[in-house]
């Protein structure tokens, strides 16, 4: 099984709650005796909104939609389950996913996210990835106001043999994460992580903090951080999207690490979050296990979520 099939299996168990919602209602309306008309369109509209897809993306497809269907160019309910498909990928498909290594030296990734978000556990699902990738890793413990955070990274270091950078409970997050660069370098490390403490996005010194480590790299490493990722909670919906838009004002967020997608988030809010935010979902979380993290595939989450891909293409 290739990388495809990995991807589409593991999201695929992730987003089963989500199907529940969504899948029911969608095999509902495309029965093979439905007729194509404004009642369905209707009906179509409401569930995909239901699903967390999103309002703005949802209006328009919806639009479309029904311009194609005034001038024949969509006909049949066939060719909407497959036109339905190829607007949502058209859209995933238009955001860079890749990872943006450093050209020479340690590539510096900074992770932030509100406490409770799986902030922490998924800096070690991705340090996992990025060792499985055959990439040395280095984690730098810069949440240094919960004692919690630098004792639950410490031990997925040891199980991970990845090596850590740490200071005592309180310490200055910002030296922490000067030694922690120093230390990539030395070490020549592929890739150093930085976790970065989680209190509340409203809290002005947080803000003032991430800005100040994010200074304090640039003085080791001129070009770094080459990745600022934002970890966000699946299943909070809108309130995901308040976070991101707070700390992108401070972090110059590059990419998404969407946690929790396997719990009762509605998949279509990845849809919805890159929307609203114009930030690429870089890695989806789903499931509980130290390897249920994957970089993020819309071909593979499209098919999970809707379950089109025997559908008719038909082209956006």
């Known amino acids: 099984m290739g990388f495809f099939g990995k991807a589409f299996d593991k999201i695929k168990a992730g987003l089963a709650k989500t199907k529940k919602v969504l899948t029911t209602p969608i095999q509902d309306l495309f029965v093979l005796t439905r007729k194509l008309d404004e009642k369905f369109i209707d009906e179509l509209e409401e569930t995909l ?30 060719q909407v389950h497959a036109y339905l498909q190829a607007s949502l990928l058209k859209q995933l498909q238009s955001m860079p996913r890749a990872v943006k290594f450093a050209p020479s030296g340690p590539t510096v990734i900074l992770i932030a996210g509100v406490n409770g978000t799986g902030k922490t556990t998924s800096v070690a699902k991705l340090a996992n990835w990025f060792r499985g990738a055959g990439k040395k890793v280095i984690l730098g413990a810069c949440d240094t106001f919960r004692a919690a955070a630098i004792e639950q990274l410490t031990i997925w270091s040891g199980r991970l043999g990845v090596e850590i950078v740490k200071h005592q409970m309180n310490a200055d997050p910002a030296a922490v994460a000067f030694d922690a660069v120093e230390a990539a370098i030395a070490r020549k490390a592929d890739v150093l992580l930085i976790d970065t403490a989680g209190r509340l996005h409203t809290k002005q010194n947080l803000m003032t903090e991430l800005g100040k ?104």
Do not use: C
Request: hydrophobic share 45%; glycine share 6%.
């Open 49 to 78: 909104i239901t699903a967390d897809i999103g309002v703005a993306t949802t209006t328009k497809i919806i639009e479309d939609l029904k311009h194609k269907y005034k001038h024949k160019e969509i006909m049949e309910v066939p």
């Open 213 to 316: 480590i994010r200074r304090v790299i640039q003085k080791k490493l001129p070009d770094a951080p080459h990745e600022t990722w934002l970890v966000l909670d699946a299943t909070t919906g809108q309130n995901a999207i308040n976070q991101a838009k707070a700390f992108n004002e401070v972090l110059q967020v590059s990419g998404l690490v969407l946690a929790k997608l396997d719990g009762t988030a509605k998949g279509g809010v990845v849809v919805a979050i890159e929307e609203q935010l114009k930030l690429p979902v870089k890695f989806v979380g789903v499931g509980e296990q130290i390897d249920d993290v994957e970089a993020f595939d819309p071909e593979a989450f499209i098919k999970a979520l809707l379950d089109l891909d025997k559908a008719e293409a038909v082209a956006p």
